[in-house]
């Protein structure tokens, strides 16, 4: 299993992530000891519980934690309150109308446990540890399990314990066949169909990240094309062998972000953005041009944005400021809050609530703001409003 | 081998000027890319698979694409996104005796929510979307390749990757899998833009300086086209696979942005944002 936790505390937030699992638990941080050792239980269901609820069921805090099995693929959740397990290919897991909490089977290949409010930054490694953050990343480190070549032999070629001893029996044989013994796994044959050897040949091939990612480079080599078109075969859910072989994850390079994932926009904003909102806001720019803040407005120079989930931000040009950046600032409307996001932008963003001093945002964390409220990018000022008037046709997002 | 170029009223004026190239390439018997350029939407297709299925693959993902978005009319980032899920299912259909799959990459001209035209650009795969600046290229997708993780991650250098043993691996395709992850942007469509799709075969064979010399030094009035030139040089440089380019040219210059100062085609604007203090 390849974890990674957003380098960014989220309120009082506590990532743990151990040999079984990971778990995120509001304010878990005095306890931080013993949930580690809880997650390194076979089944740390019941002793993460125990230690959660030590002081009575009524005291239990929130929390999301997600079991792994040993080839780091989800396999069970237990959720309760307010973070959220996602695992692609299902839908949201919660604690939502759990007065205790939820159990979900969470069968998958990677998994993101996620806190209201957890904020964006580089996503840390941590293998085995407590963090304070509110969002852990957990991709599954099974190469190994998904792909047929490694169903271990115990390597006959080396015996390198007992081979001195019965040294003088077996003498070398003079018709020396290549004394290289050729790996096991490379006898593979490809699949009929698949890509075969073409990866020697300059063409391209797929093969899913989880897997793809994570394999040594030199076992690589040898273990060359048979692996890479079984690998593409047995992609899909790929049930495993039982066997993994433990000693591919000591191997693990830590490459397990799956690519969008890192770059998608907190949860915590579709999510609450799909709400309908009870109270309308504007974005005020330079000439006195409003802008309805509905979902997410993209504000720079030349701006560009992902558009995740269907939902595609708007885009506001600013013409005429050298600097401003190309994609400058988000302001988008969450639940009935304007939040704005500085997005690495070159000279950076201040907000000036009102009758406050200025506040430089820190790039990619999303800051919630009130009317009234200067977004101020240099020499170019925006301004949220709060609308009094309706929202005009066509202008949602 | 086609060269289009659109002929329909634009949103903004007139279509854009684009010229297209899809070439085997030296060393292969099968061109496996596809390619599609009519207004609105510009794709590359590479396609790949054992026993020479890569093609039809292809061909399959632009077949649907183009079925499923009306030409002469701007679309939208749903009906694009959408379009990409059919191509995926289709060539998925085509996997029930032989794996295949391939890249899709590409952009439209869609309606903004404002109502107003943006480029929707979708990627899987390693095919490419650049925008040209005039000087200097930059990449708009993200590869789904092996080594781009890799480089992400850190653990190897851009340098590297050319050299890499997984430098063909690519994480996600159009059609092996029966469900696809397809990464969207969205950004401005204005005057005067100029944008490069291609498959890797052009920037496996030349180094990112020698396909920006050859966009700055394109002379409008040479007897090939822009892409011809592209594809030819990749040709010329090894060819070991197919070449596919699509150059687009929104009409007009940056100084006549609606509302524009001119002051965009000023050159170091060109460059990105400027520290506060050094303008």
Redesign the interface.
């Known amino acids: 299993m390849t974890a990674r936790v957003v380098a960014a505390p989220a309120g009082r937030w506590l990532a743990v992530v151990g040999a079984s699992g990971a778990l995120l638990v509001e304010g878990g941080a005095d306890r931080a000891d013993e949930l580690l050792a809880a997650l390194g239980a076979g089944d740390p269901v019941q002793p993460v519980l125990d230690v959660l609820a030590g002081s009575g069921l009524g005291d239990v805090p929130d929390f999301a934690l997600v079991l792994t099995d040993p080839a780091g693929r989800p396999r069970h959740a237990v959720v309760r309150g307010a973070p959220v397990v996602r695992i692609p290919g299902l839908d949201e897991l919660t604690g939502h109308g759990a007065r205790t909490w939820r159990e979900h089977e969470a069968v998958g290949t990677a998994a993101v446990l996620l806190a209201p409010g957890a904020g964006d930054g580089p996503l840390l490694p941590l293998e085995r540890g407590a963090a304070l953050s509110g969002r852990i990343e957990l991709t599954a480190t099974d190469a190994a399990a998904t792909t047929p070549e490694p169903i271990v032999e115990p390597a006959p070629e080396p015996a390198p314990v007992d081979a001195p001893a019965a040294a003088p029996a077996p003498p070398p044989p003079a018709i020396a066949p290549s004394p290289v013994p050729l790996p096991e796994h490379t006898m593979v044959e490809p699949e009929e169909g698949g890509f075969g050897y073409d990866r020697l040949f300059e063409s391209t091939i797929v093969r899913p990240v989880e897997e793809a990612a994570i394999r040594p480079v030199a076992e690589e080599d040898e273990a060359e094309a048979p692996p890479a078109a079984a690998a593409l075969i047995a992609a899909a859910p790929a049930p495993v062998g039982p066997e993994d072989d433990g000693d591919h994850d000591g191997e693990t390079v830590l490459s397990g972000s799956i690519p969008g994932r890192a770059e998608r926009p907190r949860p915590a904003a579709h999510e609450v953005a799909a709400v309908a909102a009870t109270r309308r806001f504007a974005l005020v720019l330079p000439g006195d041009r409003r802008e309805p803040i509905v979902g997410e407005l993209v504000i720079g120079r030349a701006p560009t944005a992902r558009v995740v989930d269907g939902r595609t931000p708007r885009l506001v040009e600013l013409d005429g400021d050298p600097d401003v950046s190309r994609s400058h600032v988000r302001v988008a409307l969450e639940g009935d809050t304007v939040v704005v996001t500085d997005l690495r932008s070159r000279n950076g963003t201040n907000v000036v609530l009102p009758g406050k001093p200025p506040q430089l945002l820190r790039a990619d964390e999303p800051t919630p703001v009130i009317p009234g409220t200067v977004v101020d990018l240099g020499a170019t000022q925006l301004r949220i409003e709060e609308d009094t008037e309706s929202v005009p046709e066509g202008a949602t997002a | 081998m086609g060269r289009v170029s659109a002929s329909s009223p634009a949103p903004l004026g007139e279509p854009p000027r684009v010229s297209v190239r899809s070439d085997l390439g030296r060393v292969r018997a099968v061109n496996e890319d596809s390619v599609l350029a009519r207004y609105p939407l510009y794709l590359v297709a590479?396609g790949?698979?054992?026993?020479d299925?890569?093609d039809v693959a292809s061909r399959r993902a632009i077949e649907v694409m183009a079925a499923a978005i009306a030409p002469d009319l701007p679309t939208t980032?749903?009906e694009l996104?959408a379009a990409v899920h059919a191509a995926n299912a289709a060539v998925h259909e085509l996997g029930a005796?032989?794996?295949s799959?391939t890249?899709l990459t590409g952009m439209a001209i869609t309606t903004?929510?404002?109502?107003g035209a943006?480029w929707?650009v979708v990627n899987v795969?390693?095919s490419r979307v650049y925008r040209w600046n005039g000087r200097a290229l930059t990449q708009?997708t993200?590869d789904?390749s092996?080594v781009?993780?890799?480089i992400?991650?850190g653990?190897i250098t851009a340098l590297e990757a050319e050299q890499?043993?997984?430098r063909?691996?690519?994480?996600?395709?159009v059609g092996?899998?029966a469900?696809v992850?397809i990464?969207?942007?969205?950004?401005?469509y204005?005057p005067g833009q100029t944008f490069l799709i291609c498959s890797?075969g052009l920037t496996?064979e030349l180094p990112l300086e020698r396909i920006e010399h050859l966009l700055a030094s394109h002379a409008a009035d040479a007897g090939a086209t822009v892409a011809d030139a592209l594809v030819d040089a990749a040709i010329r440089a090894g060819g070991?696979?197919n070449v596919s380019a699509i150059v687009i040219e929104t009409a007009g210059s940056a100084a006549d942005?609606v509302?524009?100062?001119g002051?965009?085609d000023r050159p170091?604007?060109l460059e990105?944002?400027?520290?506060?203090g050094i303008?």
Do not use: Y
């Not at chain 2, 063909?168 to 395709?173: D, L």
């Not at chain 2, 990464?183 to 401005?188: E, I, T």
């Open positions: 590479d790949m698979g054992g026993h299925r890569g980032s749903a996104v005796e032989a794996l799959g890249t903004g929510s404002g109502g943006q929707t795969g390693d708009l993200v789904h092996v781009q993780e890799l992400e991650t653990e890499h043993p997984e063909n691996t690519i994480t996600r395709a092996p899998f469900t992850e990464d969207v942007w969205v950004l401005p204005a890797d496996k070991r696979d942005a509302g524009g100062t002051t965009r170091r604007q990105d944002t400027l520290p506060r303008a």
